[in-house]
């Protein structure tokens, strides 16, 4: 027997390579399943809404304009409130005004005793052929005098025509005055938010200036285009009248409208009207609502998101959206059989509902496809199912 004395750590390397060479190598313990959770293939019947973006109106909107030219003397409302229809928004001065119809009084009243000259002076000359008529007929008088008396009484009678004439156009001239005047008064129109001047006080104004304007606002009316498909869908569901009847509790298809700050309005519209014609371009036409608009929240101007329910399907096979890959142009989801086992299908989705979405083609009911996990699986492999999801649809 050899001595492993003076070479002991030599000894001990090959007494362990020994054993090692004599256990063999122990193989490496098989991977388990991944976990993932699954979703079954639900069908009910959903509600389909669409979204839109909108833009708010006044339900109607009046430019102030004067009537008159004249030198801006005083405004007479605050910027940004309510006002009333004939309200006295502006005032141009009305000094040359009321010397015109000062004129027209005068011309008027000149005419007035033109007339009652032209009419005396045909008394007389009715007197002086009464009186010459049987003259005449008993030679006492030239039938030439009578004729003469004839013919002065016929110019009495054309004068006094002329100045009935002159009357009514001295009146006319006075009533035109009279509204020139009042038009010094630049008034609202309608009822409703009277916006910012665009002119200052001392400013030589016209017809053509736009002083301000005034929207009514309660109840105030949305703009929104929708798809041609959108729009059939509501056409027969909805009465396009043009007139809003917020009286009615309920509407066939109530709006809601979100506002800029992501709060959802309080009040829900209604839908009024449709537009002419859809836009070749773009391939919409413009859907008309109104709100009702109580403490004049909403302004024109404004936009929001329009949000209303087009259709029902029926039967639809839901699944959640978390479940649908999109690889290049194509939509996945990956199928777990009764036996656990991976199967990715090529599906058809339609429209979203909340946190699901709708599969037109590729699944059945009843179906299991994995809602969280996706990306750790492939098409044949084994899975772990170790928890269940079924949300319900947001409406």
């Given at each position: 027997m050899t001595s492993c004395r003076g070479f002991q750590p030599m000894c001990?390397?090959?007494?362990?390579?020994?054993?090692?060479?004599?256990?063999?190598?122990?193989?490496?313990?098989?991977?388990?399943?991944?976990?993932?959770c699954v979703a079954p293939v639900t069908q009910q019947n959903v509600a389909i809404y669409g979204e839109w973006v909108a833009s708010l109106e006044g339900y109607t909107n009046a430019n102030i304009q004067p009537e008159v030219s004249g030198y801006l003397i005083h405004q007479s409302y605050r910027e940004g409130s309510f006002v009333h229809?004939?309200?006295?928004?502006?005032?141009?001065?009305p000094r040359p005004f009321q010397a015109a119809l000062d004129q027209a009084n005068g011309q008027l009243a000149q005419s007035r005793g033109q007339l009652a000259q032209a009419q005396a002076q045909?008394?007389?000359?009715?007197?002086n052929v009464n009186r010459d008529t049987p003259l005449a007929a008993a030679h006492a008088v030239a039938i030439s005098q009578l004729d003469t008396d004839r013919q002065t009484q016929k110019q009495d009678e054309a004068l006094i025509k002329t100045d009935q004439a002159n009357i009514e156009a001295a009146q006319?001239?006075?009533?035109?005055?009279?509204?020139?005047?009042?038009?010094?008064?630049?008034?609202?129109?309608?009822?409703?938010?009277?916006g910012i001047a665009t002119t200052q006080i001392g400013n030589l104004v016209s017809p053509t200036t736009v002083l301000t304007s005034v929207s009514q606002v309660q109840p105030v009316k949305v703009y929104f285009p929708i798809s041609e498909q959108e729009y059939l869908s509501l056409a027969g569901r909805v009465r396009f009248t043009g007139q809003p009847d917020l009286l009615q509790p309920t509407s066939p298809v109530p709006l809601q409208l979100t506002l800029a700050n992501g709060e959802v309005y309080k009040h829900s519209g209604?839908?009024?009207?449709?537009?002419?014609?859809?836009?070749?371009?773009?391939?919409?036409?413009?859907?008309?609502g109104a709100f009702s608009n109580p403490g004049n929240i909403l302004r024109p101007g404004?936009?929001?998101?329009?949000?209303?329910?087009?259709?029902?399907?029926?039967?639809?096979?839901?699944?959640?959206?978390?479940?649908?890959?999109?690889?290049?142009?194509?939509?996945?989801?990956?199928?777990?059989?009764?036996?656990?086992r991976v199967t990715i299908r090529n599906v058809e989705p339609g429209e979203r509902v909340g946190q699901l979405w709708v599969i037109n083609a590729g699944?059945?009911?009843?179906?299991?496809?994995?809602?969280?996990?996706v990306s750790k699986v492939k098409d044949g492999q084994v899975v772990t199912p170790s928890c269940e999801t079924a949300p319900a649809p947001q409406t």
């Open positions: 001990v390397l090959a007494f362990l390579t020994t054993i090692l060479c004599a256990c063999g190598t122990k193989p490496s313990p098989k991977p388990s399943p991944p976990s993932v229809k004939g309200d006295v928004l502006f005032e141009i001065d045909l008394g007389l000359a009715t007197i006319a001239a006075v009533e035109t005055a009279q509204i020139n005047l009042g038009f010094t008064e630049v008034r609202s129109l309608i009822d409703g938010i009277a209604r839908i009024l009207f449709a537009d002419r014609q859809v836009n070749q371009q773009t391939g919409t036409i413009t859907i008309v404004q936009y929001g998101r329009i949000r209303a329910m087009t259709a029902t399907r029926k039967g639809a096979l839901l699944i959640p959206q978390s479940a649908v890959s999109q690889l290049q142009g194509r939509y996945q989801v990956a199928i777990v059989d009764p036996h656990n699944l059945t009911s009843g179906e299991r496809v994995i809602s969280e996990g």
